[in-house]
């Protein structure tokens, strides 16, 4: 006999079956009254998470809409005014925007299914689905190939200056959309509707075919590690290389950049990949006998991971854009073009208080 414990999931209740007294314990007790002890700590945790996906979620996911909305919007605006000199980075910059902003037209939805449930249909819980989706792998693989670009540009300066060109990275761009969506189709097809089984009024987006959702995760897994490992590599290779040269501005500048570009990326992404491969673990029955109790956690820190992996988002146009000298003087003559004054002046102020630490933003940029 087996006991169905419900834990409300991203998009709605998901249901475990936990063995009654094998495994639904620690250290195999037997005491009715440690048992029922225990059960009473993961229904609090089952309450927890339902104030968590009732009040929080909407809370953040429409602060993170707007932040980035507006923060991509700006960048996008400001590539898209000089779209016919943009340089090799800021090519992928566009696209990676682009890739953010598909993910947070999501949000409103997201919003709507947790007070509410899914009431947009199939259709609409099938096309997000495909965006969320191609948002992660396009942004993996976009960050890998801003690293590896930047790779080409320092350690191998000389030879890559024929690879490194305009037409070049725009084809590699559409391969790279092309193949995200080859691997997010599927999604279209096993992506449905769900009718909550305790809760009859209460739908659902999810998925209908389980075989799908864990190969769909694995390759989640496998776009990630490997973008994270192209990353590494490159960067690593980058600093090193800076560090033998002699040209001290270019030399911090850079590595500050490429420094923070990882440890950034790694800080947002990677706990929630980290807990997502515990869970596949789980999933294929690799890790066996869980607790109700650590069911219910590693569910808490799946969610909570997320929203941080999500808030990278918002970060990207502070990270790889606004950094730059070349960027923040669009900006500022954008905000100025507008009658923008009160942000305008601020920022020209800004930028004449600190000149020399704009010199290395331009040393930097160039560099890339």
């Given at each position: 006999?087996?006991?169905?414990?419900?834990?409300p999931?991203?998009?709605?209740?998901?249901?475990?079956?936990?063995?009654?007294?094998?495994?639904?314990?620690?250290?195999?007790?037997?005491?009715?009254?440690?048992?029922?002890?225990?059960?009473?700590?993961?229904?609090?945790?089952?309450?927890?998470?339902?104030?968590?996906?009732?009040?929080?979620?909407?809370?953040?996911?429409?602060?993170?809409?707007?932040?980035?909305?507006?923060?991509?919007?700006?960048?996008?605006?400001?590539?898209?005014?000089?779209?016919?000199?943009?340089?090799?980075?800021?090519?992928?910059?566009?696209?990676?925007a682009?890739?953010?902003?598909?993910?947070?037209?999501?949000?409103?939805?997201?919003?709507?299914?947790?007070?509410?449930?899914?009431?947009?249909?199939?259709?609409?819980?099938?096309?997000?689905?495909?965006?969320?989706?191609?948002?992660?792998?396009?942004?993996?693989?976009?960050?890998?190939c801003?690293?590896?670009?930047?790779?080409?540009?320092?350690?191998?300066?000389?030879?890559?200056?024929?690879?490194?060109?305009?037409?070049?990275?725009l084809?590699?761009?559409?391969?790279?959309?092309?193949?995200c969506?080859?691997?997010?189709?599927?999604?279209?097809?096993?992506?449905?509707?769900?009718?909550?089984?305790?809760?009859?009024?209460?739908?659902?987006?999810?998925?209908n075919?389980?075989?799908?959702?864990?190969?769909?995760?694995v390759?989640?897994?496998?776009c990630?590690?490997?973008?994270?490992?192209?990353?590494?590599?490159c960067?690593?290779?980058?600093?090193?290389t800076?560090?033998?040269s002699?040209?001290?501005?270019?030399?911090?500048?850079?590595?500050?950049?490429?420094?923070?570009?990882?440890?950034?990326?790694?800080?947002?992404?990677?706990?929630?990949?980290?807990?997502?491969?515990?869970?596949?673990?789980?999933?294929?029955?690799?890790?066996?006998?869980?607790?109700?109790?650590?069911?219910?956690?590693?569910?808490?820190?799946?969610?909570?991971?997320?929203?941080?992996?999500?808030?990278?988002?918002?970060?990207?146009?502070?990270?790889?854009?606004?950094?730059?000298?070349?960027?923040?003087?669009?900006?500022?003559?954008?905000?100025?073009?507008?009658?923008?004054?009160?942000?305008?002046?601020?920022?020209?102020?800004?930028?004449?208080?600190?000149?020399?630490?704009?010199?290395?933003?331009?040393?930097?940029t160039?560099?890339?």
């Amino acid at each position: 006999m087996k006991i169905k414990k419900c834990y409300p999931g991203k998009q709605g209740v998901e249901a475990v079956d936990f063995l009654p007294f094998s495994n639904i314990k620690p250290d195999n007790v037997t005491d009715y009254g440690s048992l029922f002890d225990y059960e009473y700590d993961c229904q609090m945790q089952e309450k927890a998470m339902q104030l968590f996906h009732s009040v929080f979620l909407p809370v953040f996911y429409s602060l993170t809409f707007v932040l980035g909305v507006a923060a991509n919007g700006l960048m996008i605006t400001v590539l898209l005014r000089r779209r016919h000199f943009l340089r090799i980075s800021e090519i992928y910059l566009l696209h990676l925007a682009l890739a953010d902003l598909m993910l947070l037209f999501t949000f409103p939805f997201d919003v709507a299914d947790a007070v509410t449930g899914w009431m947009f249909g199939k259709f609409l819980c099938k096309f997000t689905g495909l965006m969320k989706n191609m948002n992660h792998l396009s942004g993996s693989f976009l960050l890998a190939c801003i690293g590896f670009d930047r790779y080409l540009a320092i350690v191998h300066a000389i030879c890559s200056i024929q690879i490194r060109q305009p037409k070049t990275v725009l084809r590699i761009c559409i391969i790279l959309w092309a193949v995200c969506l080859v691997f997010s189709v599927p999604n279209l097809f096993f992506l449905t509707v769900i009718r909550n089984e305790t809760n009859s009024t209460w739908l659902f987006c999810d998925y209908n075919a389980n075989n799908w959702l864990l190969t769909n995760r694995v390759l989640n897994h496998l776009c990630f590690f490997l973008s994270l490992s192209v990353m590494a590599y490159c960067y690593t290779a980058v600093v090193a290389t800076l560090y033998k040269s002699q040209k001290n501005k270019t030399k911090q500048g850079a590595i500050r950049l490429a420094l923070l570009i990882t440890l950034v990326f790694c800080l947002c992404w990677l706990p929630y990949n980290i807990t997502s491969l515990m869970k596949t673990l789980v999933d294929v029955q690799l890790i066996i006998n869980i607790s109700c109790n650590y069911h219910a956690s590693l569910t808490s820190a799946l969610e909570v991971t997320k929203c941080l992996g999500i808030f990278h988002c918002c970060l990207n146009p502070f990270l790889y854009a606004f950094v730059g000298v070349r960027f923040r003087n669009e900006l500022i003559k954008l905000f100025c073009e507008l009658g923008c004054r009160r942000v305008c002046l601020p920022l020209m102020s800004m930028r004449n208080n600190h000149h020399s630490s704009i010199s290395d933003g331009e040393i930097t940029t160039n560099t890339y």
